[in-house]
């Protein structure tokens, strides 16, 4: 029997040490200071403890803050928080956050409602302190495993950069924000050049190296610009840079071309030079409604097919904001 509750001490333990490293913020929103003591003297050891005293503030706070779960009252003077979730959920960048009811009421119409309105647990008072810890610590645990999956859907193993599917997200945020604020982009893409030849001459694993270095390469000098690259192809990838001039785009982009001859990887079979290079196409513009992302994006990939034709190498970008004045 000491055994068993020794090895359930351990366990409890190890359960609380992951706890305490995760860095979750819980949203409180009640407007009695006690219960909002309570809650956060329950929690402060673990996380970080945000409170509101009001609907009003509590939708203020989620929206600064994002938390990673919020702990909500019902009876509240002003607004209640049945009304609050449903502000909670109509907001697309916080709807996703899991709402807990810790509350009063204990009728089981209005449990039923407030599971239907969103949330994903509810916890009538006066609770016990060690249900409550529990019943968040696995909501929480739920948000991690989310978190840890959404990671790897988002990223490509090898290469360690987002993916295709990370860049369709990524890319329409940056459209759309660029257009609403009439700011000008730079999309395009980066490709290896003759990489199946060095497949073919150095081996798979080889050639996997080369992707790594080349990727983490370009990746460096495309964010000390404030950039992204993400790796949507077997030896191609996808980039975008915001706020740049004109006249900065081609510095940039044979910024990239050097560094990756700065790392002199033997290519015997390449059809240029002895070592691994890269080429680029790229569009620059201010996103409208007479263009969409596809189309700027074959834009680009026309100006990489003209330079893959040609020296390699090199890398091409048409203004697309200055009567597509082509620039080499």
């Not at 706890?19 to 929690?43: M, Q």
């Not at 060095?198 to 996997?208: E, L």
């Not at 890269?278 to 263009?291: D, M």
């Amino acid at each position: 029997m000491l055994e068993k509750y020794k090895k359930d001490e351990s366990t409890n333990m190890n359960n609380h040490r992951r706890a305490a490293d995760k860095s979750f913020t819980i949203l409180c929103i009640d407007d009695e200071s006690v219960n909002l003591k309570v809650l956060a003297s329950i929690f402060k050891d673990d996380y970080r403890i945000v409170v509101s005293k009001s609907a009003r503030q509590g939708l203020e706070k989620a929206l600064e803050i994002i938390p990673d779960l919020i702990l909500l009252d019902v009876v509240m003077p002003e607004e209640s928080g049945f009304e609050l979730i449903v502000k909670l959920k109509a907001h697309s960048e916080i709807a996703h956050i899991p709402v807990i009811f810790i509350t009063g009421l204990q009728n089981v119409i209005d449990e039923e409602k407030g599971l239907t309105l969103g949330a994903c647990d509810y916890i009538q008072k006066p609770f016990n302190y060690g249900i409550v810890r529990a019943r968040v610590n696995t909501h929480l645990e739920i948000i991690r495993q989310r978190n840890l999956l959404e990671k790897y859907a988002n990223f490509d193993s090898l290469t360690e950069l987002p993916n295709r599917r990370k860049w369709v997200h990524d890319s329409n945020e940056f459209w759309y924000f660029a257009q609403e604020n009439q700011i000008p982009i730079t999309l395009g893409i980066v490709d290896i050049d003759c990489f199946k030849k060095y497949n073919d001459k150095y081996g798979h694993q080889q050639g996997d190296i080369v992707l790594r270095r080349v990727a983490n390469t370009v990746n460096r000098v495309l964010f000390d610009h404030h950039g992204r690259i993400y790796r949507c192809g077997g030896e191609e990838f996808f980039f975008y840079l915001p706020h740049e001039n004109d006249n900065d785009i081609n510095v940039i982009l044979n910024e990239c071309i050097s560094s990756i001859e700065q790392l002199n990887i033997e290519h015997l079979d390449s059809l240029i030079t002895n070592t691994i290079s890269i080429s680029l196409g790229a569009v620059y513009l201010i996103p409208n409604t007479h263009i969409n992302i596809e189309e700027a994006m074959r834009q680009a990939d026309e100006q990489l097919y003209q330079v893959k034709k040609t020296t390699r190498n090199a890398a091409r970008y048409i203004n697309l904001s200055d009567d597509s004045n082509i620039i080499a």
